[in-house]
């Protein structure tokens, strides 16, 4: 099998409505450390910002019958926690909207939150 042309993400375009807010939402309620472009998750990609020239153009959600169920709102990016449960009380504690923690085939737990533009994304325990 001939290597790939392309190798791992790099990074991740992340819209904003308002970019100076949005490296404060960031840093304050994930803990993510802003490096002046991009925030470093310390390995894989890194989360680039770019301001959405329309608002309404800002979201990464979009509707799917593939995932669970019938429309479902479908999020872009999903974070790896090694401590799920710590990471959801800390969401929760910090005023973020998240859903409940759900387990998944006996496997793996997720919960999805919300940023402030909006956009819908997930968390996953990793394989237990």
Partial sequence: MEKPIVGQIDCVYLPAKDREATIKWYQE???????GFSFDLGGGPEIMLVTAKHEEEASLIYKTD???????DMHLLTFKSDDIERTYEHLKAQGVSVSEIKLYDGNRKNFRFYDLNGNRLDVWSGWL
């Fill in 66 to 72: 593939d995932w669970e169920g019938e429309d479902y």
């Fill in 29 to 35: 309620k994930l803990g993510l450390r802003w490096t």
